[in-house]
């Protein structure tokens, strides 16, 4: 029974922290951009530093009538929104924040399991575009599936960069064999995996498969109200899942000062100092042309990860 109940507390916690942090990271992402390019109207709605635009933002989404296409696939375009926002929660059941069994399921092979149930989520994208009888729709969900080919193996060659560090492709082995001197050794596979999950979240500068000026929001033109809000969320939730899974294996997740009490703490600094980053490149930097994501794809983060696990083999058989 006391099994059941603790089981039972920690899917709540996981679904409360689903919920919660992708709509902090909204909110965070209304003001920053609203400070760093001098935007009004998110700095008054509600008052006191606009703190009621997400709420705004929620009861327009409700309110917006339901469309779906008359020559659209209709199951499979109702199912999508789902297929990409729920992976992102259950790979939270997974992710370790804190030492002495602050992690939803510690899995053995839990760095794999995350980075195949991640991949999921972009069928999301790819079903919203097939479904919506809309060649710019189609078109997106096209170059979305380039996306995901070019970038889900540097993704998966940076961490396994760090697995063979650690001997161990748990999260939880992989937070506990964590050093110090790792930042700078794992710097560049640190790089690579975060670059990467940016382009398979679609965010800018790698939003081609969503550029508003060129195909109208891409896989997602078709979708208005609730549907259309939970493509956004999921957007969000995965900024989380990325932020916090960098953190973990590459910036040592909980260590920190008074980790055994604190480490919950620190795990939630950092992830938020990358979801910050995320915000601040879509501020910074301008859409890639297509072309030249698979290029960078191919060209650079491909190269720098091998070297990356070149480099870590080295220093494993030297030490």
């Known amino acids: 029974m006391n099994d059941v109940v603790a089981t039972l507390l920690t899917l709540l916690g996981v679904l409360l922290v689903f919920l919660l942090f992708p709509l902090v990271v909204g909110q965070t992402e209304h003001k920053v951009m609203a400070h760093m390019q001098g935007r009004v109207g998110p700095m008054y709605a509600g008052g006191f530093h606009g703190w009621a635009q997400l709420v705004a933002d929620g009861l327009k989404f409700v309110q917006k009538e339901d469309v779906v296409p008359a020559g659209a696939d209709r199951r499979v375009f109702q199912l999508a929104p789902a297929v990409a926002l729920l992976p992102y929660l259950v790979v939270l059941v997974a992710i370790p924040f804190h030492p002495d069994g602050g992690v939803g399921e510690a899995l053995d092979a839990g760095i794999f399991f995350v980075l195949a149930v991640m991949g999921v989520g972009v069928l999301g994208s790819l079903m919203g575009g097939w479904a919506s009888a809309n060649k710019y729709s189609l078109l997106g ?11 889900e193996l540097p993704m998966l060659l940076a961490a396994a960069s760090v697995a063979m560090a650690a001997g161990t492709v748990s999260l939880v082995g992989i937070v506990d064999g964590f050093e110090w001197w790792w930042l700078p050794w794992q710097l560049v596979g640190g790089f690579v995996f975060f670059t990467a999950g940016l382009a398979e979240l679609q965010r800018p500068p790698f939003d081609a498969p969503v550029a508003d000026s060129e195909i109208i929001f891409g896989a997602y033109t078709e979708y208005s109200g609730l549907r259309f809000a939970l493509f956004l ?5 995965g900024i989380v899942v990325l932020s916090a899974l960098t953190a973990v294996l590459f910036l040592g997740g909980w260590h920190g000062p008074y980790a055994d009490g604190l480490g919950w703490l620190w795990t939630l600094l950092k992830t938020g100092i990358l979801a910050f980053a995320v915000i601040w490149l879509r501020v910074t930097y301008p859409r890639l042309r297509e072309d030249q994501i698979q290029r ?19 220093v494993k058989v030297v030490i």
């Open 233 to 237: 969320l999921a957007e969000y939730a």
């Open 141 to 151: 969900g096209l170059r979305t599936a380039a996306q995901l080919l070019a970038y």
């Open 296 to 314: 960078f794809a191919w060209t650079t983060l491909i190269p720098l990860a091998l070297a990356q696990i070149a480099l870590t083999g080295i």
